[in-house]
């Protein structure tokens, strides 16, 4: 059972809006950075969002990151189908001193 | 440019030990650069370990006492040692990230992953 709770998947039509929400508590999402990651099918782990809300250099701007107090969320607009993959919340925790995960949504392109 | 590259695949018998190792090229290497995730079969990621400046060494909760990470300044290479294997829960590809911290060695994020390393725990 993940610390960081992810809704396990979500459908889309091309060109539409996504939302992935990350619920977590004080001692990780309220006090910490939250980081996203995707990870398409077969392949390791890419960051698309640190810091909560930042754009690494050369992922897309069709992704976007907030937070608010002890939740995080993802959005990807223009959705397109090589969005098709997983994605992950990350977390530092404070009382675990270790970074937490969410337990993973699976982004389907309709 | 960061990249990471990680040891082969590797089959080992429960009870056992596997040693994983990530060279990493493109840019400076301390010991806390590297730290460890692991994915199960058709399941999500899973924080193994790594060295932070603030902690010490930082392990998942399915890995305290179990886990070693050791790093090679002079070969850039990082190293993840899991003990006592368990043939149902070990098996998954593990992948070597390099960490980022911010402000005074706050755990920040994981960039770039390597490929991944499968070890499969079998008898």
């Known amino acids: 059972q993940s610390v960081l709770t992810q809704s396990p998947s979500v459908s889309e039509a091309p060109g539409q809006r996504v939302t992935i929400s990350c619920s977590g508590s004080?001692?990780?999402?309220?006090?910490?950075?939250v980081n996203w990651y995707q990870q398409l099918p077969g392949k390791a782990p890419k960051l698309i969002i640190y810091y909560d809300d930042l754009v690494p250099s050369g992922v897309s701007d069709r992704f976007s990151g907030s937070k608010s107090g002890t939740s995080a969320s993802l959005a990807i607009s223009g959705l397109q189908s090589e969005d098709e993959a997983e994605y992950y919340c990350v977390a530092w925790d404070d009382r675990l001193n270790a970074p937490v995960f969410g337990g993973g949504t699976k982004v389907t392109v309709l | 440019q960061v990249q990471l590259v990680q040891s082969g695949a590797e089959v080992k018998k429960p009870g056992s030990s596997v040693r994983v190792s990530c060279k990493s090229s493109?840019?400076?290497?301390?010991?806390?650069?590297i730290g460890w995730v692991r994915q199960a079969p058709g399941q999500g990621l899973e924080w193994v370990g790594g060295?932070?400046?603030?902690?010490?060494?930082?392990y998942g909760q399915n890995f305290r006492d179990r886990v070693t990470i050791t790093a090679d300044e002079s070969t850039t290479t990082a190293y993840m040692e899991l003990s006592s294997l368990r043939s149902e829960g070990d098996t998954a590809v593990y992948y070597c990230?390099?960490?980022?911290?911010?402000?005074?060695?706050?755990?920040?994020?994981?960039?770039?992953w390597g490929p991944g390393t499968l070890v499969t725990v079998s008898s």
């Open positions: 060295l932070t400046p603030k902690f010490g060494l930082s």
């Open positions: 990230a390099r960490v980022i911290f911010y402000g005074s060695g706050n755990f920040g994020w994981l960039d770039p």
């Open positions: 004080t001692s990780n999402i309220g006090n910490n950075a």
């Open positions: 493109g840019g400076t290497f301390t010991e806390y650069d």
